[in-house]
């Protein structure tokens, strides 16, 4: 869905779509991602290089500050994050706009299957974790 709307807005000067940085190799699939070891995150975290950055499924994520330059010139910036980041950038972007896109469970299920990184437990697990954003959503 992030990259339908990046293809569709990627000329319009008012978007901007940072790349995540990712503890994961560039050819593990999925998003095209900055690839950085984990000993690199956490010195760009404690360099405070990060706008937004959460740990989940035992990965990294980060986000560069260099969206604070894009949001001072007016910018839109889509940034696909973690429901656990959503509190952080609500409190240091206040003007944070949540969008909540999601499969339905089934095909979420299915496409973390044959992504091949987790256990059929660990799929249930993030499934089932999907019924906590509700409230977040609402908010």
């Known amino acids: 869905m992030i990259d339908g709307a990046k293809r569709v807005l990627s000329t319009d000067i008012r978007f901007h779509f940072p790349r ?3 503890t994961r190799p560039e050819n593990a699939g999925g998003e095209a991602h900055l ?25 990294c994520y980060g986000i560069s500050r260099s969206i604070d330059v894009h949001l001072a010139q007016g910018k839109t910036v889509v940034v696909n994050t973690s429901r ?14 949540i969008i909540h896109i999601s499969a339905p469970k089934e ?4 496409r973390l299957t044959a992504r091949g990184r987790k256990s059929k437990t660990g ?11 509700d409230a977040l959503q609402r908010r």
């Not at 509190?87 to 972007?93: D, K, L, N, Q, W």
């Open 20 to 22: 995540r940085e990712i």
């Open 123 to 133: 799929v249930h697990a993030r499934v089932a974790r999907l019924r906590r954003f």
């Open 35 to 59: 690839a950085v070891s984990v000993e690199e995150f956490h010195a760009r975290t404690i360099a405070n290089e990060y706008a937004l950055s959460w740990q989940a499924h035992d990965t």
């Open 84 to 97: 656990t980041a959503i509190e952080p950038a609500r409190t240091r972007y206040p003007g944070t706009t």
């Open 107 to 110: 095909l979420l299920a299915e």
